[in-house]
């Protein structure tokens, strides 16, 4: 199930790029957590400090300032010096949630797939936040004003809509995947889970804060309902009953973010190493 939310025309919401920029924009207000800014000119978007996606998978410099950068935050905001290869999940774990929910948020909030290239995002090394430069390919319903516009596929329906995002997400994910392998020291199998995962997650947390929490689990199992490859594993949301009866929506990651490692005794509420008696206490907390 997805949100369809209506909103007048203008003159820059008449291209794709100008429906992308306006669909972000939206994004970013409504989630607070994504910290990204929308670039309309690819010029100058280059011209900023930083680095884009096509630089993480082609230079091996960029990799390394990436993953050092994450390292000087994590020491920074817990005074903990991170493994590299921690510091290297949690870059990624990041980089997949943001980008991921840039192109869910859309989909979720619009019914439409905005199909995300490596160089357009750009990454500031230092402050963690990203930068989007609109492109000018989306994927729509037939009964949709955008279908009509260059650059627009319309798609039979709602599962190619689902169909389409997967293969947006994993096609823009896979080099990132393979550049930061040997540093991350985990499979594909793991790696690939922890994209759905972070797929997945972003769509419950602007769920959650949209005050919409069923309906976005409800459309996370739709776009995930079990596993499609390059995907090891699907949505799979449950319920835990807690004292008073209420019933708590969790599901339990695939891939580790390893988050255990800087603060042992705040594992993440969906890690496997949090057992249900732990995520009860804290959601009744």
């Known amino acids: ?49 930083g680095c884009s996606g096509v630089e993480l998978t082609d230079s091996q410099e960029a990799l390394e300032a990436f993953v050092e950068a994450e390292a000087a935050r994590i020491h920074e905001r817990y005074g903990h010096t991170p493994r590299p290869d921690v510091a290297a999940s949690r870059a990624l774990h990041d980089y997949a949630w943001s980008v991921g929910l840039l ?26 936040t990203y ?4 492109g000018s390919d989306l994927a729509c319903l037939p009964d949709d004003p955008a279908a009509a516009l260059p650059g627009a596929l319309p ?32 499979g594909p199998r793991t790696l690939w889970g922890m994209v759905g995962d972070d797929l997945v997650s972003g769509i419950w947390h602007l769920g959650r804060t949209l005050g919409r929490e069923a309906a976005a689990i409800r459309a996370a199992g739709a776009l995930l309902p079990s596993p499609t490859a390059p995907f090891p594993g699907g949505a799979d949301f449950r319920h835990l009953t807690g004292s008073d009866g209420r019933h708590h929506p969790t599901r339990t990651r695939i891939g580790c973010c390893l988050y255990y490692t800087i603060r042992p005794a705040e594992a993440c509420a969906t890690c496997p190493r949090t057992c249900d008696a732990e995520r009860l206490r804290r959601l009744e907390a």
């Not at 790029?17 to 994004?27: I, Q």
């Not at 709602?158 to 997967?166: G, V």
């Open 1 to 49: 199930m997805t949100v369809a939310v209506e909103f007048p025309p203008t003159a820059a919401t008449t291209t794709v790029p100008g429906l992308l920029a306006a669909g972000y924009r939206r994004l970013g207000d409504l989630c607070e957590a994504l910290t990204v800014r929308v670039q309309d000119d690819p010029r100058a978007a280059q011209a900023q400090a």
């Open 103 to 128: 192109m869910s948020g859309v989909w979720y909030l619009e019914r439409r797939v905005p199909r995300i290239r490596p160089e357009d995002v750009r990454l500031d090394l230092a402050s963690g």
């Open 131 to 134: 930068a989007i430069t609109p």
């Open 155 to 186: 798609l039979a329906d709602e599962e190619a809509l689902h169909a389409a995002l997967r293969s947006a997400v994993a096609d823009h994910m896979r080099p990132l995947l393979t550049a930061l392998a040997p540093y991350v020291r985990r």
